[in-house]
């Protein structure tokens, strides 16, 4: 060899770089802009999410203090206080430290939120909290049990004191000393602020009472919620774990810290995991605008790489340039993006919460937790996605025999290749199979993969599917010149069609699928809120509630013409899961379609067993069928009850159970109903309606009750709902708009590289105007294309996010609905965007000499 | 001839295009140290397909190609691209000059990629364009230059790393009658000046008068020329 | 998202109807002890809850198997507190229990001692009416059929475990009982000891079971107006004389040091029993030993002085340590000193109260 290998030059690298970037930064600004948007989306979403489950953590351990290992009641009807001594006197138990938990508000009558009191209070012994959870003990307890000279200082008895977290004291308005008054199950009471929980979650409200004022100033007696369990030293947690089991009666359940911590992770984990799958795709839409951007520069500056190549640089020195391109802009578009999406989340968290609007966690700020794997992941991340965006590009590059590639007159295509169309139907026929297959870990991951392969195929496809869109076009010569000549070129370069189609391809076709999703969902839910609320007026008490006498007195009131009675009430069927929703209404177990929005087949319950009917996400999350047989604590005791059907419910994430309120009455002797709906009789207003029950009510109950209009029920629903889909619909923009930005810099880098060509056509004598109209007609053609093809993908992509992602992740279902309008209108705008960004360049384009253009080389 | 070993050695080469049409074959050339040869011939007789069968950048069909002894089959795509490097200078009929690079940037490329400390490349690439004329204008870029000027950036480039081959195809194409005799004099001399051997494809008698040798490109391979 | 609209129209508790919240609390009416109220066996080593304080207390002498001197007490607290009668609940703090374990070993140097409190009630914690039976979760003091009082306490550092067998009747103080505590007559409490009580069972120490024999005394004293409001604290000494017979001595003391009230009884071997008034008992004071850990000031070695019929007769009381202060605050109790003491032919307990800071009953 007349040659030693010599380390690639660097300084060849950085020339070739640093002269391309002086020459074309907008085109570079954008590809790093892209990489940066999707990687600040990612980033953002997982630090508030992040956060958020960090609060959430916080929170229960709070609430939770140390407990080594908890016991729940699994309504919050709570269980019989003779378990608490049976626990204290389990083996391995050091320590038991019995609760009453309620949930309260300060102040006095009705909340005036629809979303009640968000503060929890505690009624602990201080002697036993002491041992087992100390951090439940106010400070001033603490000191007055400290005088050297005292015998039992009677101030930790006091009936009326109460210790206040932090957040509590500061939504109280109140200092220690100074007295609050509190609501809770249906009475108001007045204590003296004794203390302070110091250790208390800043964020979460609590407020501990003495038991014994808990159990009789709250109508709990002889109940407990909960008890709190320290083990003995050295004590098998497993082997206490199981002999407590023994002694729990149906209505009680073992908690764990962990199991605790798992369920406050189920509850919220789909609707995170699916925002940290939309953050996902914009940075998947990201990539391929990165792959649109360095496959143009590659294809423009293919002479140029020809010429390094016939002067001397190896195939892997040209793979190397394009490759450490490629890694720069996603190194800056990542780093850039992190940054962003810092900003991002702490503008967010402040604004909107840490469940993004979602709902979760109510009235708490979390604070940002940053550790450095995430970001390190969303760096690289953004990298890939840049780097696997010039991969193809630059492997195409090395590929070239620079000989021919020197020659060429810079915009490459043999229109007789026929692109091949088996890639892309590989990877939908692959997409269109991971669609059936079942979630992971409650996750929704295979649908994820398989909106992820379709979006791949549908581009891989793009040349191959432009061509078909196109063929129709061809035929004979039209009249038109300009636009012979624009179909001819699309057709002819399919290639480069689909470069500049996959970014708006990828983008449109994401964007179509959330909104036929969103607009489905919406049109269930408006369906449903008809269904279940169908009635003029609402009323409810948050605590106590309306007896039967109570109740035929306001069924005969002037002005009603119907009226129907629930309660509801959460019930815990499983430690590790959040509490189902049971509800209690008149249901008749053979025409239960009356008063449910039944799906599906309906199953008569045998003679002598109780009736439910499961709601379908209760359904799908325990693994329960129409006719199957299930158990129900309730009341102390648990009852068999019998699956009579399923139906419809958008509200109640974690389940709901319909139960009939005669069945329940027997099963729990309870026969009080907190909530009413009422059809009016004709004529009559509900301000008329309010005034008459009002009057009816007891006095004390009167002032507790609540009122609503169902006209406003339903406008405040689909606010909530809309207001809780504003990210989504953020998220969505973001990609088109970076999906435009896109388009816009493909076209307008296609355009400058065929500057020759006009040039040439010129000199043929066509016309100025002509050049312009044919670049119109390129762009409209090929926003069209790329519309008619976003939009073939996106709908195939909505129905794996409604016949499979949210079934498995939110557990219901619902009917697709096309969101038309907004189709015309993406459909006008692309096109025009296509347009418009063509006609734009091409004035650049043509603005120069355009027999200069001709001579040049490039 | 010289009596020394060839710079370049073509033996029974052959090659065809894509279609199957035969270019030429049985084509045999040995260019000697410091040797120019002119190569003429029509349109599409393969002039500029032997150009990049002697670089490296083609394949033939038969037959073998040698640079200083080292046949090129024997060296797989790196191998070549060295070989290229090292030993060839290139000048083309466009310039081919990188728009965004300056005027030394240019000439520099081929010590660049050798390696060569950045530098010092543009301080030798300075040089050589004070030397064919182009004072002061190592920092403009090839857009201010007319197409002479762009051709004398060109040749500097092609000989900037001292190859021992010269390539030029057509290097006076692009260019005006008086133009195009001013740089193959200077073409000549500084060829003659660095000591390298050139194949000069060309389809200019003026240009083919200067050169050593004069052959013509058939499709049986290249035979003496004879003017007229 | 959508699952915010489970709080539309959600109502979370449910709820037993229960009377309305109480206007005016119940307050508890506490009893003043009498003199006429003559104390009944073994009803009267039962609880007595209508009073404010009741108290069990068991101190002696041990010797191990291998014929170390160890010290212990075992006290068992009742209190009724001040809150509304009304309330049903079954955690209602009306009666709080506690209880207090000590452990003197010369070979430490400093005393061990635990405590338990708790709120009576679920029989997790009991006092027991019509005979001795006082629970505190695993800790329990309680007589049996055969008269014999058995305690068990379980420690952090020692567990105690022992049978206390009377050799002696009961012995009545003050009047038939009714022990005067201050100036005023309603400053008294009902009183009685058991003195010489035959130990026989067990400390664990260290993972070390020992047997151990040994003489005890118990206090059983119940009250709602125990002491003067002049009054701080007190000094008390109970003495089981080796012939048999057994000496009560206390002093009730103003925040001078002066004697607010003082008595006791001398109980001579054959039964026959001297009663103490104010001025028949005088503590002299011959050491002070300075707690490190409060700064209490503890007369620890004093000079005993008691005037009985028969002449004055005099003990000089020794600690088996300095150091036997005991600070129960984390279990409801006051900072004191209670410790073995030893005199020619006598041993016992001394207690000194209120030299921390002025006890509060």
Known sequence: ?858 | MSASSPVLSLTALRKSVPGGRVLFEGLDLQVAPGEIVAVMGESGVGKSTLLNLIAGLDQADGGQVAIDGTALQSLDDDGRTRLRRDRIGFVFQAFHLLPHLTLAQNVALPLVLQSVEAGEATRRATALLDAIGLTRRANDRPAQLSGGELQRVALARALVHRPALVLADEPTGNLDPETAARILDLFVAQVRGFGAAAILVTHSERAAAVADRSLTLTREGLVAHHDG | MARRLKRVGLALLAALLMAAAPDAPVMPVFPPVRPDQALRFPADHGAHPDYRTEWWYVTGWLKTQDGRDLGFQVTFFRSRLSVDQRNPSAFAPKQILFAHAGLSDPKLGKLLHDGRMARQGLGLAQAKVGDADIVIDDWRLARGPDNRFQARAKAADFTLDLAFAPSQPVLLQGDRGFSRKGPLPSQASHYYSLPHLKVSGSVIQGGRRVKVTGEAWLDHEWSSTLLDPKAVGWDWVGLNLDDGGALTAFRVRDAAGQTVWAGGSLRAADGSTAHLGPGDVSFGTERVWRSPRTGGRYPVQRELVVRTPTGERRWRLTPLFEDQELDSRRTGGPVYWEGAVRAPGARGYLELTGYVSPLKM
């Not at chain 1, 378990?83 to 009705?110: D, H, K, N, Q, W």
Request: charged content about 15%; overall charge positive.
């Open chain 1, 1 to 858: 060899m007349t040659a030693e290998r010599r380390p690639l030059s660097r300084t060849a690298l950085a020339w070739m770089m640093v002269g391309e970037w002086r020459a074309h930064p907008g085109r570079v600004a954008t590809a790093a802009l892209a990489i940066a948007i999707g990687v600040a989306l990612g980033f953002a979403v997982h630090l508030i999410n992040g956060s958020a489950q960090n609060e959430l953590a916080q929170a229960v351990r709070t609430v939770n203090a140390d407990a080594d290992l908890q016991v729940h009641s699994s309504t919050p009807l709570g269980f019989d206080e003779g378990l608490y001594p049976s626990l204290a006197r389990a083996p391995g138990i050091a320590a038991a430290s019995p609760v009453v938990e309620l949930r309260a508000r300060f102040g006095v009558g009705p909340s005036q939120s629809l979303e009640g009191g968000g503060l929890t209070l505690l009624g602990i012994d201080p002697l036993r909290a002491a041992a087992v959870t100390p951090t439940l003990l106010g400070r001033g307890a603490v000191r007055a049990a400290e005088g050297a000279g005292g015998f039992v200082p009677e101030s930790v008895f006091d009936p009326r004191a109460i210790a206040l977290s932090p957040a509590a004291l500061a939504a109280s308005g109140r200092k220690v000393g100074e007295t609050v008054t509190l609501t809770a199950a249906g009475r108001t009471v007045t204590f003296g602020v004794a203390g302070v929980l110091s250790q208390a979650s800043s964020e979460q409200q609590i407020a501990v009472i003495d038991i014994a004022t808990a159990q009789w100033l709250f109508g709990s007696l002889g109940r407990l919620q909960r008890i709190d369990l320290k083990f003995a030293p050295g004590a098998d947690p497993q082997a206490v774990q199981a002999a407590l089991r023994a002694r729990l009666p149906a209505d009680a359940q073992i908690v764990t810290a962990q199991s605790e911590a798992r369920r406050g992770d189920n509850l919220t984990k789909a609707y995170r995991v699916n925002l940290e799958m939309l953050a996902l795709m914009a940075l998947l839409t990201g990539g391929f605008l990165v792959y649109s951007a360095q496959s143009l520069s590659v294809a423009r500056r293919r002479p140029q790489f020809a010429l390094l190549r016939v002067l001397g640089l190896e195939r892997r020195g040209l793979l190397a340039q394009v490759f450490v391109e490629g890694a720069l802009v996603g190194g800056v578009g990542a780093v850039l993006g992190l940054a962003l999406g810092l900003g991002v989340a702490v503008g967010t968290l402040k604004f909107l919460g840490g469940d993004l609007g979602g709902g979760y966690f109510r009235g708490t700020t979390p604070d940002l937790v940053i550790t450095p794997l995430p970001a390190l992941i969303f760096f690289v991340l953004g990298l890939a996605a840049a780097l696997i965006g010039s991969l193809l590009p630059a492997m195409e590059a090395a590929r070239a025999q620079p000989g021919i590639a020197l020659k060429d007159i810079g915009d490459r295509n043999d229109p007789d290749a026929r692109p091949a169309a088996w890639w892309g139907v590989g990877l939908l026929a692959a997409g269109t199979l991971a669609a059936f297959l079942p979630a992971i870990g409650g996750l929704p991951l295979f649908g994820y993969l398989s909106i992820g392969l379709m979006l791949a195929g549908g581009v891989a496809a793009m040349p191959w599917l432009a061509r078909v869109l196109l063929s129709p076009l061809r035929g004979p010569a039209r009249r038109v010149l300009v636009l012979d000549l624009a179909i001819q070129r699309l057709w002819g370069a399919p290639a480069q069609a689909a470069v500049a189609l996959c970014g708006i391809v990828a983008s449109t076709s994401l964007m179509v699928a959330m909104a036929v999703m969103v607009a489905s969902l919406r049109g269930s839910v408006d369906d449903w809120l008809n269904d279940i609320l169908p009635s003029d007026l609402l009323f409810r008490v948050e605590s106590g509630g309306f007896d039967p006498a109570l109740r035929a007195k306001l069924a005969a009131a002037p002005g009603v013409d119907a009226v129907l009675f629930q309660k509801t009430l959460p019930v815990r069927l499983s430690p590790d899961m959040p509490p189902l929703i049971l509800l209690v209404r008149p249901v008749d177990r053979d025409q239960p379609a009356d008063k449910l929005p039944m799906i599906g087949a309906v199953a008569q319950a045998p003679a002598g067993v109780t009736p439910v009917w499961l709601s379908e996400p209760a359904a799908r999350l325990y693994g329960r069928k129409v006719g199957e047989r299930m158990i129900l604590p309730l009341g102390g005791g648990s009852s068999q009850v019998f699956i009579g059907g399923i139906w419809r419910d958008y509200a109640r994430q974690a389940g709901a159970i319909a139960m009939d309120g005669a069945d329940y009455t027997r099963l729990t002797g309870d026969d009080l109903r907190t909530e009413a709906s009422l059809d009016l009789a004709p004529g009559v207003t509900p301000a008329q309606a309010t005034r008459t029950l009002r009057a009816l009510l007891p006095a004390p109950l009167a002032a507790q009750v609540q009122f609503f209009e169902t006209r406003q029920m339903r406008a405040l629903a689909l606010r909530l709902f809309d207001s809780s889909f504003a990210l989504t619909y953020a998220l969505e923009a973001i990609a088109i708009v970076v999906g435009l930005a896109g388009v816009a810099a493909t076209f307008s880098a296609q355009t400058l590289a065929r500057t020759k060509e006009f040039g040439m056509l010129r000199h043929v004598g066509v016309l100025r105007r002509q050049v312009m109209a044919m670049l119109a007609a390129e762009g409209a053609l090929l926003g069209a294309v790329g519309v008619i093809a976003g939009l073939g993908l996106g709908l195939a992509m909505s129905q794996v996010l409604i016949h499979v992602v949210n079934p498995q992740s939110f557990h219901w279902t619902m009917e697709t609905r096309l969101p038309l309008g907004l189709f015309a209108s993406l459909a006008v705008a692309l096109v025009a965007a296509g347009a418009g960004t063509a006609v734009l360049a091409g004035r650049r384009a043509l603005s120069g000499d355009a027999v200069r253009a001709v001579r040049e080389d490039w």
